[in-house]
C-alpha cells in the first residue's frame, strides 16, 4: 500500500508523484526505511539512481493495474483510469521483478521464543533485492485476504487506493468523506437553485 500511495493529491497543484525524481526515491526510501528493514534491506547500501527509480516505478505501474483489477467493476483510481498497463502485463511484470532475486525460505527459532521464517537471498545487488522485495510483498497481498478489501477512493481529487476497515466505510480518509459530502451537497443546493 506505501508503494500504490505514493501516488496521491497534492492539493490545488493535482496528482503528485513522490517517485518522479531521484530525490524524490531517495526520500521515500528513507521513509521506509524500518519496512525495509524488516526486509533485511538497509536504506544506507541502497543508492537512488535513475535505474531504481524505473525499477520502483514499473512495480508501481503493475501494482495499480492489478489494484484496478481487484476493485472492478468499480471504476480504478482516477489516476490510473486513462493509462492502465493491461492486466497480464502487470501479471508478468510484477512476476519478473519478484522472480530477480534467488531467494530460500529459512526457519529461525531462539532458544526462548517461537519459530519465525524469512527469506534468505543469494543476491548481492540491493537495488535487484529491493524491487524483488516490493513485487513479492504485492503478489503476497494480492493473494492474501486483505486484498478482497480493497477500494479505490472516489472522493473529489483523491486518487488513493485503501483498505476497508468497517462496512460503512467509503473513503481513504475523513476528510476525503469530508469533502465528498460537501461536494454532494454544492451539487444538490446548486441544482435546486438552477431549478425549472
Known sequence: MALASTIHHGGDDGIVDDLDTVRGVARWLQQQSESLAA???A????VADEELRDGIVGVRRAVR????RVVSPAAPSPADAHRLMPAD???AHLNAAAAREPVAPQLDWPAEGA????LLSAEADPQVRLIAALARDAVDF??????VQLRACHAPRCVRYF???HGRQEWCKPSCGNRARVARHYERTRGATAGP
Open 65 to 68: 493495474a492489478l489494484f484496478a
Open 39 to 41: 526486509e533485511g534491506l
Open 163 to 165: 483498505l476497508k476497515s
Open 89 to 91: 502485463e502487470a501479471l
Open 43 to 46: 536504506t544506507g547500501d541502497l
Open 142 to 147: 494480492l493473494s492474501g485476504p486483505e486484498r
Open 115 to 118: 519459530p519465525a521464517a524469512r
